[in-house]
């Protein structure tokens, strides 16, 4: 960490981050965002990767609080690498569902349609907050370069549970419904799914490294 303050400020973040994410959680899960594309009401919300990264981020949020209040108040109290890299993991997977949707869906679907309900605070405004203090506040300092790849379980796991149903829904050419793709990935044929799923998780190693590195990781 860059100096003290910086434990107060990242405290600060991290709570209203839990109050964003926490708003809107509810407004998809109460189905106030029905109608609004990547969106579904109660439990089913879940499906969704974004709102996964953002509910692992809140987790992080809530228990990374508590501790920076703490390091802020006692001068040679050092946050702990493990709830440090709880926190990395959950800006690992925000930045990821970041660029997927500037990259990805946006030229799909269109700004309108990835901005409308809750999805601009999911897609914008909480993975954009989130990078910005982490890395301004070099708490990627304390993350081991040993560690980074840890960041890539959720992805790897959620990326399982993705592909499993699809996959096992028929022969390779034919095309999934759209209860088993819920993304739609896979209209263009099954057989793409495994290598644009390992390209994911090369694209997010690259994404964890680069997080790492801006946020004052060293060798």
Request: glycine residues 8%; positive net charge; charged residues 15%.
């Amino acid at each position: 960490m860059k100096s003290r303050k910086w434990y107060l400020i990242t405290a600060i973040s991290d709570i209203a981050v839990v109050f964003m994410i926490l708003f809107a959680l509810v407004v998809m899960y109460c189905g106030l965002d029905i109608g609004v594309l990547f969106s579904e009401k109660g439990i089913s919300m879940f499906r969704y990767y974004t709102v996964d990264a953002n509910f692992f981020t809140a987790a992080a949020c809530i228990v990374c609080a508590p501790l920076e209040i703490k390091a802020y108040k006692k001068e040679h109290y050092e946050l702990p690498a493990w709830a440090v890299m709880f926190k990395f993991t959950g800006i690992v997977c925000l930045t990821l569902t970041f660029l997927v949707v500037v990259f990805f869906l946006m030229p799909m679907f269109g700004v309108k349609k990835m901005t409308e309900g809750s999805n601009v605070f999911m897609h914008f405004v909480i993975p954009v907050w989130c990078i910005l203090t982490f890395c301004l506040s070099g708490q990627g300092k304390l993350v081991k370069k040993a560690f980074i790849p840890l960041s890539l379980i959720p992805t790897f796991l959620y990326g399982i549970a993705y592909l499993v149903p699809i996959l096992g829904s028929g022969p390779d050419n034919v095309v999934p419904s759209k209860h088993a793709d819920w993304y739609g990935f896979a209209q263009v044929g099954p057989v793409l799914l495994a290598p644009v799923f390992l390209l994911l998780i090369a694209i997010t190693y690259g994404i964890a490294r680069g997080v790492w590195k801006m946020s004052g990781g060293r060798r």
